[in-house]
């Protein structure tokens, strides 16, 4: 694929990527139902259903150059602590989305869909 002058930009539900993983590896709907438990008690299924986060970042960038890269979660969120030093390390944006309560069930897709929005307004990617 001849990725030229093609400009990406990549928006992560991160907290939806790390429940699908889980999920993935450990069974459909586990992931509340060990939350539900205690997620600290989990940590062998948590370590199972590791997201590969260069996997990500590198696949977009098969399709051009990278020139901005959010992901969106709660980033206080045990589950989710572990990946903040990988993710600053590929030049990953962290949006701080806070708990379910506060945003509802689509807080991630909103506010990820209006920071989309603005950015493809203002300029080419």
Not at 33 to 49: F, H, S, T, W
Not at 64 to 77: H, I, K, M, Q
Not at 89 to 97: F, I, K, P, S, T
């Amino acid at each position: 694929m001849d990725t030229g002058d093609t400009r990406v930009a990549v928006y992560l539900d991160f907290d939806n990527i790390v429940i699908s993983r889980y999920d993935q590896v450990n069974g459909r709907n586990s992931f509340q139902r060990d939350k539900a438990k205690g997620l600290a008690k989990q940590a062998e299924k948590l370590a199972r259903a590791t997201v590969d986060v260069g996997a990500i970042i590198d696949f977009a960038s098969s399709f051009g150059t990278l020139v901005l890269t959010r992901a969106y979660a709660d980033w206080s969120a045990e589950v989710n602590t572990g990946y903040r030093e990988q993710l600053v390390g590929r030049a990953v944006d962290l949006v701080q989305l806070f708990p379910a309560a506060a945003y509802g069930k689509n807080g991630a897709d909103i506010r990820l869909a209006v920071d989309a929005s603005r950015t493809c307004s203002g300029c080419r990617i």
